[in-house]
């Protein structure tokens, strides 16, 4: 095994302008041939490579001075690269920029420059006001102080340092009220991600518990912009996953409201603004509404390349991947399934850009939507390819509910494409999995033992009557308790089944009712 450099994963990251700024940076800072730019265009061929080889960058400057200090230049340059990128990014990024004049401060406080250190700081307390960045405000406050008690008179000083205390308190308070939001919110994703997102009688009262948390029952108990902003996404979310389409919808809205009062807040809390965008496409979809599902789509994609330009790629492309699935809701809305195709396309590009363990559940909800895609277009091999992808993911095993979801969805496509043999083996399996899991419910019950009957029945009466007779008891159990994720609409399954008629314009049907 190569060893891991941190330096060259540091250069594997940069993206062509940031390469190139930094050899701009290098040229002005150092000789045109420098140790840096030398080893640093050595190392950027090596960019696509997965593994490092420190022996090789020795054997190629075996003849260089700086190679017996190969690991001392190493560091000096990953610095020097840091260095380069904080200059880059100051002016977009407000978090570098407090930085840089809290040390600016710093240093003209070490230089007995006081009055200037003092107008420092009020310019980088203000524009952590502005952009509600209490952190920052709080390490201002602590180098105020510093001056404070050396640049005012004797009979001034102690209101001064009573006000920067006061100060430091209400600012200790903020950071106390937005992290307790955060930690909901954190905890509610956790869930959500570990255990799915479809409703569940476990699921919701987990949620319903966080609901009822005291920081969650009062909007008053939201004291900044930040925590107002967890509180209502929060409880549009929940309500959403709960059913509670109206009160998701009231929630959503009063939230983009607050984004809407200025272009700041948008800036403040840029994740939060893009997912409110994300839930309202969506409960505008669900409530049968795709115009205004379009109008909130078109609107991300304004403001996700506007606000998203100097975040991670990889949070990039999972808000992209949550996007691009509205759109996918939004086409079938308006019947144009075939134009899903190119969106699962994107959406396969995009997720599988990221194969670490922070993304795995992105890509199988990915190829969970691409299945469902292709089997209502009647590609089931295409499909199926999709469900094997999930199955031979290492993120399969972490959401319960993809995995009845995914077993279930298998043996229907492998019914559809008539290979009974493999449907035979995958029954069999699903059965061992369901006995193991302890925890079927009703729906899930039905559906299973309806294929398992399905497969063995060669009279076309008798099959219909297993048709008509499932399909009464899943509506009354999808009521009772919908636990089967609905990607694909069983309902119009198994009426397309009854009518002879194609699933696809069961479902289009289906949609102008709505």
Request: proline share 2%.
């Amino acid at each position: 095994m190569r060893p891991k450099s941190d330096l060259q994963e540091l250069i594997n990251s940069l993206s062509p302008t940031e390469r190139a700024y930094y050899r701009k940076f290098a040229k002005r800072h150092y000789r045109e041939n420098s140790t840096f730019l030398k080893l640093f265009g050595e190392m950027e061929k090596r960019s696509g490579e997965e593994k490092y080889s420190e022996s090789e960058i020795k054997t190629i400057f075996k003849d260089e001075k700086f190679v017996k200090q190969l690991p001392v230049v190493k560091i000096y340059l990953y610095n020097n690269i840091l260095k380069s990128l904080n200059l880059y990014y100051t002016e977009d990024n407000i978090d570098l920029k407090l930085g840089q004049m809290i040390n600016n401060a710093g240093i003209l406080y070490r230089r007995e420059l006081y009055d200037q250190c003092i107008s420092m700081i009020s310019k980088a307390k203000s524009l952590a006001e502005k952009f509600d960045k209490p952190v920052k405000l709080l390490e201002a406050i602590q180098i105020e102080r510093l001056a404070l008690r050396v640049n005012t008179p004797l009979n001034e000083v102690s209101n001064e340092l009573m006000n920067n205390y006061n100060e430091e308190q209400e600012v200790l308070t903020r950071i106390k009220n937005i992290s307790d939001y955060r930690k909901l919110y954190d905890m509610m994703v956790i869930h959500a991600t570990a255990k799915g997102v479809t409703a569940g009688e476990g699921k919701q009262n987990t949620f319903e518990k966080l609901l009822a948390n005291r920081m969650l029952k009062d909007y008053s108990n939201a004291r900044y912009f930040q925590s107002k902003v967890i509180f209502l996404l929060m409880h549009c979310f929940i309500n959403n996953l709960n059913g509670n389409k109206s009160r998701a919808y009231k929630y959503g809205m009063e939230c983009l409201e607050l984004f809407d009062e200025s272009q700041n807040n948008k800036l403040i809390a840029v994740y939060e603004y893009i997912l409110i965008l994300q839930e309202l496409m969506q409960i505008t979809y669900s409530f049968g509404r795709p115009d205004d599902s379009e109008i909130y789509f078109t609107r991300l994609q304004t403001e996700q390349d506007k606000l998203l330009v100097n975040s991670p790629g990889k949070v990039k492309n999972f808000l992209k991947v949550r996007t691009l699935m509205g759109r996918l809701n939004i086409n079938s809305a308006r019947g144009v399934y075939e134009k899903n195709l190119e969106v699962i396309r994107e959406l396969v590009e995009v997720s599988g850009r990221n194969e670490d363990s922070s993304f795995r559940d992105e890509i199988i909800v990915t190829d969970f939507i691409a299945s469902a895609v292709y089997f209502s277009l009647s590609m089931y091999n295409e499909s199926v390819h999709h469900i094997n992808r999930i199955f031979n993911s290492k993120a399969f095993e972490l959401r319960e509910d993809i995995q009845v979801s995914c077993r279930i969805i298998n043996l229907i496509l492998h019914y559809e494409l008539g290979s009974m043999s493999s449907l035979e083996y995958y029954t069999r399996s699903t059965y061992r999995y369901l006995k193991k899991r302890k925890k079927l419910n009703r729906f899930e019950k039905l559906v299973f033992e309806f294929l398992k009957n399905a497969q063995r029945i060669n009279d076309e009466s008798e099959l219909r009557t297993l048709f008509k007779e499932t399909r009464f008891s899943l509506k009354r159990a999808a009521n009772e308790e919908p636990g089967l994720l609905q990607v694909i609409d069983l309902d119009a399954w198994l009426e397309s089944k009854l009518s002879k008629v194609p699933y696809l314009d069961i479902i289009n049907k289906k949609n102008k009712k709505h």
